[in-house]
Nanobody, 121 residues
C-alpha cells in the first residue's frame, strides 16, 4: 500500500518557524513532482510549493522568501521549512506526490492525511 505520511505541524507564534516532513512508502517505482498544499477554514486548497526530481522549485507568491522546499530522492521524502510564519499561514498542510507505483503504467497523484499548522499569539 502506498502512503504519504506527514509530520511536524503544530502551534507557533507569529514570526516563528516550523518544519514539515513527508515520507512516501510502498511499492514506489518512481516519483516526479512532490509538493505541499494547504487549506484554511472556509477556503479552497491551494498550492504552496513544489519541487521536481531534478530540484527545480516553485513557490506561491505569499510564501516566497519565507518557505523552503527540499527533497531527498533516496529516501522518498519532501520537507517544507517555514520561517517568519504569519497568522494567515494557518491551515491544514497536505503533502502531494506524483508516483509511479507497481502494477500501474502511469503516474498518479497521492496525498497525505494533512497536518495542522496554527500561527497565533
Amino acid at each position: 500500500q502506498v502512503r504519504l505520511v506527514e509530520s511536524g505541524g503544530g502551534l507557533v507564534q507569529p514570526g516563528g518557524s516550523l518544519r514539515l516532513s513527508c515520507a512516501a512508502s510502498g511499492s514506489i517505482i518512481s516519483i516526479t513532482a512532490m509538493g505541499w498544499f494547504r487549506q484554511a477554514p472556509g477556503k479552497e486548497r491551494e498550492l504552496v510549493a513544489t519541487i521536481t526530481s531534478g530540484g527545480s522549485t516553485y513557490y506561491e507568491d505569499s510564501v516566497k522568501g519565507r518557505f523552503t522546499i527540499s527533497r531527498d530522492n533516496a529516501k522518498n521524502t519532501v520537507s517544507l521549512q517555514m520561517n517568519t510564519l504569519k497568522p494567515e499561514d494557518t491551515a491544514v498542510y497536505y503533502c502531494n506526490a506524483d508516483l509511479l507505483v507497481k502494477d500501474y503504467s502511469d503516474y498518479v497523484a497521492y496525498w497525505g492525511q494533512g497536518t495542522q499548522v496554527a500561527v497565533s499569539s
